[in-house]
């Protein structure tokens, strides 16, 4: 898998999100990009936010659920809608995880287990990665780096470790912006989420393209 960015929708307006998705796919053509529906559009629009991503961008899209119960429910209501994968939390409880796994192999689809609230990242990610998620994603929210004092250089450090660790594919969220891509690459990160980059700017096209050039692909 070649790196991808994630772009993380993660507003109250639909049709701000649709638009950003459509500029972004019209200038990129999807290529090595993910649409995230992200959690406050979800709550705000629910699987019509997630079908008008979907049609309107023909990108890949992930449901940013963060599930903590009832996942097959929750999978069933955002694959219908035509979302490639959804997100599951890791502080959820085994039976939620094993059966937000058994969705993911009836549907034939994504499932990224996302590890934002999670004391201990490394040793949950190697227990969660029994259930196969296409990717575990290491997420520490801005407002929890700043107290942890947790850097972005040291969550990379932290996946890098991971994706060693168990094989699995691996993702990165967390207040990321261009000039800080390149060193996610280089270290074998699969994913690259990122959000208030993109959507608050002016042209977040261009944005987009300017990370996927630092990620080294020639648009």
């Known amino acids: 898998m070649h790196p991808v960015l994630q772009v993380a929708l993660d507003l109250e307006e639909l049709v701000k999100a649709v638009d950003i998705a459509s500029r972004i796919a019209s200038s990129t053509r999807c290529e090595h990009v993910w649409i995230e529906a992200g959690t406050p559009l979800i709550k705000s629009w629910g699987r019509i936010a997630v079908r008008a991503l979907k049609e309107l961008s023909k990108c890949y899209v992930v449901a940013d659920t963060k599930t903590m119960d009832v996942p097959y429910l929750e999978a069933k209501i955002v694959y219908s809608a035509g979302a490639d994968a959804f997100t599951v939390l890791g502080v959820a409880d085994e039976e939620t995880l094993r059966e937000a796994y058994m969705a993911k192999k009836e549907f034939e689809k994504g499932l ?39 850097t972005a250089e040291q969550l990379v450090e932290e996946a890098a470790r991971v994706k060693q660790e168990v094989g699995v594919k691996v993702g990165v969220a967390g207040g990321l912006k261009p000039g800080a891509i390149k060193q996610l690459v280089d270290r074998g990160i699969d994913v690259i989420v990122v959000g208030s980059a993109i959507t608050k700017a002016e042209e977040p096209e261009k944005v987009a393209i300017m990370i996927l050039r630092e990620m080294g692909y020639a648009l």
């Open 112 to 150: 990224i287990i996302d590890l934002i609230g999670v004391k201990d990242p490394f040793n949950r990610a190697v227990e969660v990665a029994r259930y196969e998620p296409d990717v575990i994603l290491l997420h520490v929210g801005i407002s929890a780096q700043r107290l942890r004092g947790v």
